[in-house]
């Protein structure tokens, strides 16, 4: 029977408009479905429309481009519309239509800014995606994140989408699996277990000194490099007994470049998941991921056959003890031990690198650490020794201070509205089901009404008690409703609670701990036994600029001349001495200077 041209492309509207239904309802990820709803109902319908054009090429160059269009526009106004469930949400046009988007926009890097710049627009919540919200608001965040608080979010289906039969920790959506992955991450990390690895880190951090000794002089050395060749030097012992010596021979295998190679595509899937099982099934893409995930591969089998003589993490994620009713198989242990390498060693390198940054660009802070350290660690005394790490005040407050000005994992981590749960309240705001948020560190870590004055400047006295900070001579009034208006002093705010660079919750860092006796215990070391500053002709504002939002931050270099302690040359000589106080800054705002 001939159908006539209009009922043809009523009937391609109405299957467009069928196929947006199945796409808004099930939210199909595999390529079948993929096929059967993109590609058979054009290529069906192609019949209604052969009499009114001369070719086939033409009747179905006119059916598939009326099916994507009304497909198109079918989605796009549903997604502007007041139909939908985030409609009440406010955000940019192009965050409301599609996370191609943001995906385009995360692609240089600078993500974090700009969803600073939608805070700043906005307000507390704003939509970032027709289905995504970012939150900069204290209150949402144990609701979001904590025990009674909702599963990991879509993001790591793209992030990970390469891992199809046994997926990293970190990237378990479902809450019961994720529980029992982490049991045993939870045992290596106790405080007890701690202790165990307190030799394995002192060597490293021995290791690095000694090339901080060789690399002294007159010349710079790039620092964050070396604190890199540190970090995953130190991983690697722990996650497979060692195998990785980049402090002493360099990145000879190009290891560091495969692992932060596939970061920028890597955040760029997280935005569109589904695109990412299309990604990783295309030959030669996705090497050098691979090849890293081979070298741990390699590494792991090696350690299980060998056994090591020291309880290290790999020891309690294998179970060697054999204590776990369920224990994870090897297939489990080896994903998660390049989930060790890939978490834990740029995150503490980019912690650390910050820290020495923000240091030498302010000299207070600088000399009142080292004095700290001089009075803990005095010459002779090993300060790879955790002893006092509990009484340094000044250092938590220096880490913190680094930690909320540049927390490594700057946008956070998402969480997702479980499909049948008939939605969330997170703090004051509703979140309908299949609806990902994630609150945004960057913004809420600068937020002034948390962290006040200058929440953009490094200034870790905000840390100490009251009565260290008065001793120290500042003195700000506590807020009140009239403070900010009658005086020109600024009040003085500071709420821990909006704090989160681990993340927060059940699936938060498990490796904090760690994190932070890594960092205590470099930074005593380096202390201890050098000055350093900037080279010269160091712009100090290229930090900032040079730091990339890749999920884990990626930064640039840090060239610095390193003295050992007592030969001249020391703290803030040369260009940084000339310049005065300095507080980097990305917004602006600096503490007035005692
Ligand atoms: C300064 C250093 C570090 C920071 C700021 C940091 C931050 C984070 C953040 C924000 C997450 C995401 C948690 C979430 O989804 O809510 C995370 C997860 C994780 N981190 Fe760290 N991390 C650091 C160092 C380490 C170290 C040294 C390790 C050691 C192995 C480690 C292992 C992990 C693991 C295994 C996860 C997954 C946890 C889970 O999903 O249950 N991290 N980290």
Redesign the pocket.
């Known amino acids: 029977m001939a159908t006539s041209l209009p009922d043809g492309i009523l009937a391609i509207l109405a299957a467009a408009l069928a196929c947006h239904l199945i796409f808004n309802r099930y939210e199909p990820v595999d390529p079948l479905s993929h096929l059967a709803l993109l590609g058979v109902p054009p290529l069906a319908l192609t019949s209604l429309l052969r009499t009114a054009f001369p070719s086939t090429f033409h009747t179905i160059l006119v059916a598939f481009t009326l099916y994507y269009s009304f497909l198109v526009l079918s989605v796009v106004a549903y997604r502007l519309s007041p139909l939908h469930p985030l409609s009440g949400y406010p955000g940019p046009i192009p965050c409301r239509i599609s996370k191609f988007w943001m995906a385009w926009i995360s692609s240089d890097g600078k993500q974090h800014e700009y969803y600073t710049r939608l805070h700043q627009k906005y307000g507390d919540v704003v939509r970032i995606g027709p289905n995504e919200l970012s939150i900069r608001d204290v209150d949402a965040i144990d609701p979001l ?1 904590g025990v009674n608080g909702l599963p ?1 979010g879509p993001h790591w289906d793209g992030r990970m989408a390469e891992q199809t039969s046994v997926r ?5 959506r479902d809450t019961h699996e ?1 529980m029992r ?2 049991k045993p ?1 939870n045992r ?2 106790r405080v007890a277990t701690m202790k165990g690895y307190a030799e394995i880190l002192a060597n490293r951090v021995h290791d690095f000194v000694s090339q901080l000794e060789r690399q002294s002089g007159p010349g710079h050395i790039n620092l964050s490099e070396w604190i890199s060749r540190f ?1 995953f030097d130190f ?1 690697s012992d ?2 497979f007994g060692g195998g990785s010596e980049m402090l002493r021979d360099g990145d000879k295998d190009n290891t560091w470049h495969l692992l932060e190679s596939g970061l920028p595509l890597a955040l760029v899937l997280s935005h569109v998941p589904w695109l990412g099982k299309y990604y990783t099934s295309l030959p030669s893409i996705g090497e050098d991921l691979k090849k890293f995930r081979s070298y741990c591969q390699a590494r792991a089998l090696r350690r299980h056959a060998q056994g090591s003589q020291t309880k290290d ?1 790999f020891h309690y994620l294998i179970d060697e003890e054999g204590i776990e009713r369920d224990p994870p198989t090897f297939a489990e242990v080896a994903s ?1 031990g390049v ?3 890939v ?3 740029d ?2 390198a ?3 690198s910050c820290l020495f940054h923000s240091l030498m660009a302010n000299r207070t802070a600088y000399r009142r650490l080292r004095d700290e350290v001089d009075r803990f660690y005095p010459p002779g005394e090993d300060a790879s020794a955790a002893t006092h790490h509990g009484k340094m005040k000044y250092l938590t407050a220096v880490i913190n201070e680094a ?1 909320r000005l540049y ?3 700057l946008s ?4 997702a509205v479980p499909k049948g749960s008939g939605g969330k309240q997170v703090g004051p705001y509703f979140l309908p089901e299949g609806t990902s948020a994630f609150v945004h ?1 960057y913004s809420i870590h600068r937020d002034p009404r948390y962290f006040s004055p200058s929440p953009d400047a490094f200034w870790p006295e905000r840390w100490l008690s009251e009565e260290d900070r008065q001793a120290l001579g500042y003195s700000y009034p506590k807020p009140s409703p009239s403070s900010d208006k009658s005086t020109k002093v600024p009040s003085f705010i500071h709420n821990p609670s909006a704090f ?13 701990k ?3 006796q ?2 205590r215990t470099l930074v005593c070391c380096v202390m201890q036994g050098f000055d350093f500053r900037f080279a010269d002709g160091y712009d100090v504002t290229r930090w900032e600029r040079e730091l990339n939002d890749f999920f ?1 931050s990626m930064r640039g270099e840090l060239p610095v001349v390193i003295t050992p302690r007592g030969q001249g040359d020391g703290v803030g000589s040369g260009d940084n001495e000339k310049r005065g106080h300095v507080f980097p800054s990305a917004i602006g705002g600096a503490i007035v200077e005692r």
């Open positions: 994140m990991k990293a920790l970190i990237s378990i994720h992955r982490r991450w290596a990390f970090t991983m722990m996650a993490l998660d989930l060790a390498i978490a834990g060693s995150t503490t980019t912690t650390l930690l927390p490594p994992v956070g981590s998402q969480r560190f989160i660079p681990f993340s927060y919750g059940p699936m938060n860092c498990v490796g904090k760690l994190a932070l890594e960092i884990v």
